[in-house]
C-alpha cells in the first residue's frame, strides 16, 4: 500500500481527520482549500526540483515535497493537526493512539531529533519551516495543546518558536473561561485552510 494512503486508513481516518494530504509542489497542483504561500520579500527564485532548469519561487518548486512526505511534507489545516496532536498527547480528553508506553518513549531523551523538537517539564513542542511556511505545535503540562500555521516564512527561523511561544502563552493566559462545547463535534462548522505543516 502506497504510504500516504496507509496513514490517512491507519492513523488519520479513525481519529476523525479527512483533508490530510501530502503536499504538492506547483502553484497550479495546489489544492481548492490550500493557503497560498509567501517567501520572504527579498527571496531569490530557484531552479526547479524536477530537473526542467526553469527558475522558480522555492515555495512553489523548489523542493520535491513528494519526497519529503514522511519528514514533514504534509498538508493540514490547523484544525485537523490539532487533532493529532490530542491523539498522542498522553491526556485522556481525547483517546491516543499510541499505547502510554509509546508515548513515553517517543518524549525521552533517548529518542533523539525525530517527533517532538523539545521535551521539557511536561511542554513538548515542534517546530518547522519551508520556504512560504512556518508552524509551532505544543502540548503544554497543563493540559492545553494548540497549534500555529503561517503561509510565509520567517527571517529568524530559529527564534520563530520563541517569539510564537511567548505570543500563545500571552492570549491563553487572559482566558478566563473556556467553551463547555467541543470544537471538534461535527456541528460546530470551522472554515479549514489547509497548511504544509513540515
Same mark, same amino acid.
Given at each position: 500500500m502506497e504510504y500516504e494512503k496507509y496513514v490517512k486508513n491507519n492513523i488519520l481516518y479513525p481519529i476523525g481527520i479527512y483533508d490530510m494530504h501530502i503536499a504538492r509542489n506547483f502553484y497550479h497542483q495546489r489544492f481548492t482549500n490550500e493557503v497560498t504561500y509567501y517567501d520572504r520579500e527579498n527571496a531569490r527564485n530557484v531552479y526547479a526540483f524536477d530537473g526542467s532548469f526553469e527558475l522558480v519561487p522555492k515555495t512553489y518548486g523548489g523542493n520535491d515535497m513528494h519526497s519529503l512526505a514522511a519528514t514533514g511534507g504534509w498538508l493540514a489545516s490547523p484544525v485537523e493537526l490539532l487533532k493529532l496532536v490530542l491523539a498522542i498527547d498522553g491526556y485522556d480528553t481525547k483517546p491516543d493512539i499510541l499505547s502510554a508506553e509509546t508515548i513515553k518513549i517517543m518524549v525521552s531523551e533517548d529518542f533523539g531529533p525525530y517527533g517532538w523538537k523539545g521535551t521539557n517539564h511536561g511542554f513538548w513542542w515542534r517546530s518547522g519551516t519551508l520556504a512560504g511556511t512556518s508552524a509551532l505545535i505544543a502540548r503544554q503540562g497543563d493540559g492545553i495543546c494548540w497549534v500555529a500555521l503561517?503561509? /510565509?516564512? /520567517?527571517?529568524?527561523?530559529?527564534?520563530?518558536?520563541?517569539?510564537?511561544?511567548?505570543?500563545?502563552?500571552?492570549?491563553?493566559?487572559?482566558?478566563?473561561?473556556?467553551?463547555k462545547y467541543d470544537l471538534f463535534k461535527n456541528d460546530v462548522k470551522v472554515k479549514n485552510s489547509l497548511f504544509a505543516i513540515n
Open positions: 503561517f503561509n /510565509t516564512s /520567517t527571517a529568524m527561523p530559529t527564534k520563530f518558536p520563541r517569539y510564537i511561544h511567548k505570543v500563545m502563552n500571552d492570549m491563553i493566559s487572559s482566558v478566563n473561561s473556556w467553551p
